[in-house]
């Protein structure tokens, strides 16, 4: 069976935009993949949090990752933080990585922009502790959305890199990007991504937003000023990324639903909408409610901890023997 590996960082309440460009994907991946989802809470700590939040943000993730369907039986799932060799890797791939290409990356320039004095090191060095994440494993995917591509893609530079001075070592994966919903675009502000670091709380709907609350947000969705459901990203993209999260969700093609709300302006269209982001998020929520407290949820983490581990550490001390570290060869 084929390897995946994929994390989300505790750095705030789960998005529409989480659920739809990855952890939808996981739970249908898990049928035909050995997959590994971690909880990446070291990579949190490239901003200041606070300890108690973040600390309910890991377990809520957890517990998110099963309600939305990952079956423990099936996926492992576990905290970045619980295994070292996380940042014992990092650290090697520190030395197998050049400044130069991560100042490359868009995410930390995009970030660095404005205060690079404040930013801490942990930003700038962050996309190879996401290296060490996947080259652990050894996977043959890491599926992830759109903004995280060129991330994954320098884990695959790093690799070769690694491999080619030390001798084969690292299985070099390819990034997995969703055809649909890579990108949930702001409700607000349909040129910026979905993030729960965003600018007006109606710009992005939460995993744990109140239902009605939620239909709300996708009615007050920022739409143009015609009336036509037409896909048209570059034009239309408020009610292009309406399309897409329709289309998701409902398993109808773009076309489809075009078809559906022909002559109809966008008042039908939204208020069908919302009810089925509400009925699913409804759905996903009464799972969520039910494990969180549960003491499944530990042993669950145990067990996902428990596997992981074995594999990490094994790979960690072969990694060390390889760069002439410590006295085993
Ligand atoms: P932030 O938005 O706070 O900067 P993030 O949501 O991008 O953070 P993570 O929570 O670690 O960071 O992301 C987890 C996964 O969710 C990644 O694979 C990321 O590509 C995906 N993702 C995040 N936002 C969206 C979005 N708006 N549309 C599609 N996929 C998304
Ligand atoms: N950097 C990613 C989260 C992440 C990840 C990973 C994703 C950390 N390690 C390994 C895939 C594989 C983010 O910010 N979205």
Redesign the pocket.
């Known amino acids: 069976m084929q390897r995946m590996v994929?994390?989300?960082?505790?750095?705030?309440e789960?998005?529409?935009?989480?659920y739809?460009?990855?952890?939808k994907n996981f739970v249908d991946f898990q049928e035909k993949y050995e997959l590994f989802v971690f909880i990446?809470d070291l990579?949190a700590l490239t901003t200041i949090q606070d300890k108690s939040k973040l600390r309910k943000r890991i377990k809520d993730i957890a517990a998110f990752y099963i309600a939305c369907g990952l079956d423990p039986e099936k996926a492992t799932i576990f905290i970045q933080s619980e295994i070292p060799a996380h940042s014992q890797m990092s650290y090697l791939l520190e030395c197998t990585s050049y400044v130069g290409e991560l100042n490359r990356m868009t995410q930390y320039k995009d970030k660095s922009k404005d205060d690079s004095a404040s930013i801490q090191t942990s930003m700038f060095t962050y996309p190879v502790l996401m290296a060490a994440d996947i080259l652990l494993y050894d996977p043959d995917f890491v599926?992830?959305?759109?903004?995280?591509k060129q991330h994954v893609e320098l884990a695959r530079n790093i690799a070769e890199r690694f491999n080619s001075r030390n001798g084969e070592f690292f299985k070099v994966p390819e990034p997995v990007i969703?055809k649909a919903?890579?990108?949930?675009?702001d409700l607000q502000n349909p040129t910026k991504?979905?993030?729960?670091?965003?600018d007006t709380d109606k710009g992005y709907i939460l995993l744990t937003d109140n239902l009605n609350l939620i239909k709300n947000k996708i009615k007050s969705a920022v739409t143009d000023s015609d009336t036509l459901v037409k896909f048209d990203k570059e034009k239309k993209p408020g009610i292009s990324n309406l399309l897409t999260i329709y289309s998701v969700l409902s398993n109808l093609t773009i076309a489809e639903i075009e078809n559906k709300y022909t002559n109809q302006g966008y008042g039908n269209f939204k208020k069908d909408l919302a009810e089925i982001v509400a009925t699913q998020i409804g759905k996903i929520q009464e799972k969520y409610n039910q494990i969180i407290n549960s003491n499944k949820l530990n042993q669950i983490l145990d067990a996902g901890l428990e596997k992981a581990s074995k594999i990490a550490h094994k790979k960690i001390m072969k990694a060390n023997s390889k760069l002439g570290l410590g006295r085993k060869k």
Do not use: E, F, Y
Request: charged share 15%; aromatic share 0%; net charge positive.
């Open positions: 994929s994390g989300i960082k505790p750095t705030g789960l998005t529409l935009g989480n739809i460009g990855a952890i990446a990579h599926p992830v959305g759109d903004d995280q969703p919903g890579a990108r949930i675009m991504k979905m993030s729960k670091s965003g």
